[in-house]
């Protein structure tokens, strides 16, 4: 997963997160515990998160993809993803949009996810 895309002509900027922030890691944390209900590893861990992006206010923005466009799951994700993130100390309101540039492939997945998948 890379935290920023090249500028490309038609394709969104892909801003880094804001890992310096202290919510960050919790943050991390909740997306972990979202799955992909076709796939046995969470979301995160699938690369399916390009962006967290916490304000000084303590409002967290997450840009994500689904392995598909079609994807059975794609009007319900985004909710699971902030129900994950809204209970966490000191999160005022979650954002979760969704975007199909650049398009989600398997090279983004962590090691972890390919062990776990057995591409490894």
């Not at 500028?7 to 900027?13: C, D």
């Not at 916490?54 to 799951?73: D, K, S």
């Not at 199909?100 to 776990?116: I, K, N, T």
Request: charged residues 20%; contains cysteine; hydrophobic residues 40%.
């Amino acid at each position: 997963m890379t935290d920023a895309a090249d500028p490309v002509e038609g394709a969104p900027l892909i801003a880094p997160s804001s890992t310096d922030h202290p919510l960050y890691d919790q943050v991390v944390e909740a997306c972990r515990t979202v799955y992909d209900p076709e796939i046995p590893v969470n979301i995160y861990d699938l690369g399916l998160v390009y962006t967290v992006d916490i304000t000084e206010e303590n409002v967290v923005r997450v840009l994500m993809t689904l392995t598909a466009p079609g994807c059975p799951v794609a009007g319900e994700m985004p909710g699971w993803v902030a129900e994950a993130i809204e209970p966490l100390p000191g999160v005022k309101h979650v954002e979760v949009d969704l975007t199909w540039e650049p398009p989600w492939g398997m090279d983004m997945m962590s090691d972890e996810a390919r062990l776990e998948l057995g591409f490894m």
